[in-house]
């Protein structure tokens, strides 16, 4: 006997650039519907891109075959042209009780009028399906790991994005491939990770400056090396911003106001974190020297300079303390 689900609301918005949360919230949903009948006979899919908002609204206005419900899924509703908006918009002012319209986008604005629509239809119509910050993305893949029957060491966590990057549906697939290889009850560790998944990721340009202001040499020629084609004069601009982040956080340290550091810079909490210990690396003549050095090697390349030269001759000087 089909079981009876009275909780589902007559459409859902699945927002978020997160692929693999995306998937899932579909997924869940196409599985809640199945159990109310055969989804098979009671779905339609559309593409946002191309369709229409009249064939859509026809769709959930059809009755569901052998079923208490219908799914009608509509991905990239980010893309739907402005008259197919409307149309949704109007059709959910009175929607069908046995459809489930849900929609699919990377990024829909707030307030837009179909975001507001859908949110006025309950507290759980838009389910977010963000990218987790940065700074969350260890605890989500541990999370991944141990659904996927495993638990994995903090080393090997790291090692999997350094590898893989931030992508939650590329680090998922890796993480399939590893449930299958994995023998035994205890954690993945590094080295497993080392032999079983291939670098896909390219370092973010905010990787080599960590790197820097943590006067990591080692660490600055690895990332430079991973990364394909780095702009020299992108990377000197980002540098220099670090740079005087480092400065301002000496200042601050020596007025006893570094907890102010996050409020000055305009920036996260966390995204500041390690900007007191790396200030304590520099001497305040030295980072007032990296940045005067900054001046001339922007105007070198300028100048006609070979700009992989110069940036590589001043990051350098900055990392050892040794300028000309």
Known sequence: MAKKNVHLLPAYLVVGDDTLKRKTVMQRLRKRIDAMGDISLNCDTFDGQNASGEDIVA????????????????TAADHLKKADREAIITYLGSPSPTTVLELVANSIAKNTRLYKVV?????????????????NIPDYV??????????????????????????????????TKLSLSHMGTDPVNENEIASQVS????????????ALAARNMQKCLLVLSRMKKPSPTQLLSVSVNRI???????????????????????RQPWQVRNHRMWAKKYKPSELEHALVSARDADMAMKSGSDQNAVFTDWWVSVVTGRFN
Request: hydrophobic share 40%.
């Open 142 to 175: 541990r999370k991944l790991a141990k659904s996927h029957g495993f638990q994995m060491t903090p080393g090997a966590v790291m090692e999997l994005i350094d590898l893989v990057g931030d992508d939650m549906e590329a680090i998922n697939a890796q993480l």
């Open 119 to 135: 949110d006025g239809l309950g507290d759980k119509a838009v389910i977010s399906c963000e990218t987790p910050k940065h700074r």
């Open 59 to 74: 769709a959930c206005n059809t009755l569901p075959f052998i079923g208490e419900k219908r799914l009608v899924e509509v």
């Open 244 to 266: 005087r982040e480092l400065i301002t956080a000496q200042a601050l340290m020596k007025r006893g106001q570094i907890g102010q550091l996050a409020h000055v810079l305009q």
């Open 199 to 210: 670098r896909t990721a390219e370092p973010k340009i905010w990787d080599f400056t960590d």
